[in-house]
């Protein structure tokens, strides 16, 4: 009988499990291969969370308009991906909302209204066409001062894809990963199944399975009202509803599992039929 190996580590605002079930894999090898997953998560929070000073994402609020800067890897993947999800999704996923975010909220976190005027004056420093990026220099310019690159829609995910990258390394082929159950990740499968049992949450509870494959949820059931409308520049209003997407990246899962939550039933339709591996699951 083969063992599971589980492991978790505290990343992100959230905690980062892993689970390796695969023959010639032990507990050390596990242990070790868990291990450099999660110092590879260390590292792109240091360099993607917009809360560091020292990071690509706080480097990037500090341009004036005009100006442009280079960004490793990690930043670049993100941004472009957020560029591609924003135009399919129609601006139902914008990483610019950083200022909406603030005005929508008090201080002490608790929300506030703004006066139309505010709201105006803020929706001038936000929106994907304020940045550009430029493959040739790897380098990323903006086009208004002021701006919040905000990844958190789709940095767990990302954070998980890279993970992957890291346990292969290891050899290792089988294992689900996990970001705070917002993001899930299967790759392989455990001896005897097709996949990765993961229950959703739904008002009729059900499981599917992951192989290969990665799955995202958005909602108000952990954070309330948290979700900001990029089209309109308000929060969402508050629903007893959650967005699962399926998708082949787990970075993709994320960022779509958040668009959908805005967009309307029958263009998530349209999205989902355009691309093979991607599919909204409803209740």
């Avoid at 809360?51 to 500090?62: C, G, H, K």
């Avoid at 086009?143 to 998980?160: P, T």
């Avoid at 399926?246 to 691309?275: K, N």
Wanted: one cysteine or more.
């Amino acid at each position: 009988m083969i063992e599971a190996h589980r492991f978790a580590h505290e990343a992100m605002n959230t905690e980062f499990q892993v689970i390796i079930a695969q023959a010639g894999i032990g507990a050390a090898e596990a242990r070790y291969a868990a291990h450099a997953m999660f110092e590879e998560i260390d590292r792109l929070e240091e360099e993607l969370s917009r809360f560091r000073p020292t990071s690509e994402i706080w480097r990037l609020s500090l341009l004036k308009a005009g100006e442009s800067a280079f960004v490793d890897l990690a930043t670049w993947d993100c941004l472009s991906l957020a560029k591609a999800v924003h135009e399919e999704t129609q601006g139902a996923f914008d990483v610019t909302i950083g200022p909406l975010m603030k005005l929508w909220r008090n201080p002490d976190g608790s929300a506030r209204t703004p006066v139309p005027e505010e709201l105006a004056a803020t929706r001038l420093r936000v929106g994907d066409h304020l940045f550009e990026l430029d493959p040739q220099g790897q380098r990323v310019t903006v086009h208004a001062s002021g701006l919040i690159f905000d990844l958190g829609a789709l940095g767990k995910g990302y954070a998980l894809d890279q993970g992957v990258r890291v346990l292969n390394d290891f050899d290792v082929h089988t294992a689900l990963l996990n970001a705070g159950e917002s993001t899930i990740l299967g790759i392989g499968s455990p001896p005897e199944m097709e996949g990765w049992p993961v229950d959703l949450h739904f008002e009729q509870p059900r499981s599917i399975l992951l192989r290969d494959t990665a799955l995202s949820c958005s909602g108000f059931a952990v954070q309330g009202n948290h979700l900001m409308n990029p089209r309109t520049g308000e929060p969402l209003p508050v629903k007893n509803a959650r967005s699962y997407v399926l998708a082949p990246t787990a970075a993709l899962s994320d960022a779509l599992s958040t668009a959908f939550m805005v967009m309307q039933p029958e263009e998530v339709d349209v999205l989902c039929g355009r691309y093979p591996g991607v599919e909204a699951l409803r209740g």
